[in-house]
C-alpha cells in the first residue's frame, strides 16, 4: 500500500483507514516517520486519535475541500518543524534535521553562521534570514540511499510537480 502513496497530494481518503473523506470533514494533514520512512498523510480524527504519537514529525488540522488541490508545505512550515525537531535526539529526527537544514540554506532562508566541533561531532550554526533566531544542528553522516530518499521526500513537499530531488546537481 504505501509503495503507491503521493506525499505531497492531498489524500481523497484516510492513509491510515482508507475512509473517503466528506467535503468539510475534519482532516489531519500530517508528517510523520514510520521506521525510517517520511511520510506525509492525511487522518480522519479517528485514525488521528488512534496513532503512534510518537511517530509524528509536525501536523495541521485542516478540513476536506473537493477542489482544493494539494496541500503546499511552505518554508515557514518546514522551519516550523526545524524547531519542533531541536530536542529530538533519535537518529531518523536527526537525519531529518540535517537535511531539512540543507534544503533551508539552498533556498536562502537560513544561513549558515560557522560550524562547531565538540567531541568529534560537527554542528552547524544557522540563522534565520533577516532575524536574530538561530539553529544548532548536527552535521549528519548519511548513506547515499537514504540521503537520496529522505531528499526526494522534502523537495516534493514543497514542490508536487518536481521530479527532482533537492540532491540534483550537487557536487559530492
Ligand atoms: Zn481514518
Avoid at 12 to 21: A, G, H, K, Q, V
Avoid at 48 to 64: G, I, L, N
Avoid at 125 to 139: A, G, M, N
Wanted: aromatic letters at 6%.
Amino acid at each position: 500500500m504505501a509503495e503507491n502513496w503521493t506525499y505531497a497530494k492531498r489524500q481523497l481518503c484516510c492513509s491510515d483507514c482508507e475512509r473517503t473523506f466528506q467535503e468539510g470533514e475534519e482532516v489531519y494533514s500530517m508528517m510523520r516517520i514510520v521506521e525510517d520512512e517520511l511520510q506525509r498523510v492525511d487522518l480522519c480524527r479517528a485514525s488521528f486519535d488512534d496513532r503512534d504519537a510518537s511517530q509524528d514529525v509536525v501536523y495541521w488540522r485542516t478540513s476536506h475541500r473537493e477542489k482544493g488541490g494539494a496541500m503546499k508545505v511552505d518554508f515557514d512550515m518546514l522551519l516550523a518543524v526545524l524547531e519542533k525537531l531541536a530536542d529530538d535526539q533519535r537518529d531518523e529526527r536527526l537525519d531529518l534535521r540535517y537535511l531539512l537544514t540543507l534544503l533551508l540554506v539552498r533556498h536562502r532562508k537560513l544561513r549558515l553562521e560557522r560550524v562547531e566541533s565538540k567531541k568529534g561531532v560537527e554542528f552547524l550554526i544557522l540563522r534565520k534570514v533577516r532575524t536574530k533566531t538561530t539553529f544548532k544542528v548536527e552535521s549528519r553522516e548519511l548513506e547515499e540511499e537514504r540521503r537520496k530518499r529522505l531528499s526526494a521526500v522534502l523537495a516534493g513537499l514543497l514542490d508536487p510537480t518536481s521530479e527532482g530531488g533537492i540532491d540534483s546537481g550537487e557536487a559530492t
